[in-house]
């Protein structure tokens, strides 16, 4: 039996079928294939379109990544995130959790690139840019908007990170702080990611920035 995968790619997701498994076929081309688990976690307790495509490719004998598939029937997205990292911690084995959005993708040498920084500068927390990809032709401001530039800066130690759509975390950082850790007064609104990323940084965790670690995101 091969040993359990230390690196974890989470991806919650809440009715984009098709994005997710855009999502699912890029991680599959451009990820290594030893050592990585997948973890899909609908956010949809009707539907469940997300976890009936995660069992698609979970059935298919030429899909290379393994993938556990998780319901969380709690709405919002503090819910779907702290499922996340209490089942990724309650797995011994696993030691790296990635975070991407189910309306992400990533580029060649994404997770590569995360894991190079977390070496370089020993970095628990790693960041890398995001890629605005328009689904249609965008009006000027959308252009020129700060939110849809991806950030510019060099790779290694930083002082603070901003959001989780992509995100590698070390074991120890989860461990860092108690649950909940995404805080449920922020459920309905966002700005989960970024109260939990200033209350690491409070902790004395320590931030990385991987410049290459590139994803594209579809707006």
Known sequence: MPPAPTIWIAIPTFRRPGQLRHLLESLAAVVPHEDVQLLVADNDPVGQEG????HEMQDDP????????????EPGLCSVRNAIVATALAAPAMQYLAMIDDDEWPQPGWLDALLACREMCGADV???PVDAHFMRPPPHWAREALVFRAEDRPSGATDM??????????RKALE?????WFDPRFNRSGGEDLDYLTRLRDAGIGFGWAADARVSEWV
Do not use: E, F, K, Q
């Open 176 to 180: 860092a702080l108690p649950a909940p």
């Open 126 to 128: 790693v960041g890398g």
């Open 62 to 73: 030429d899909y290379p990544l393994p993938i556990h598939i998780l319901h969380v029937p």
């Open 51 to 54: 976890a009936m495509v995660a």
């Open 161 to 170: 990170l901003w959001a989780s759509n992509n995100l590698l975390l070390s």
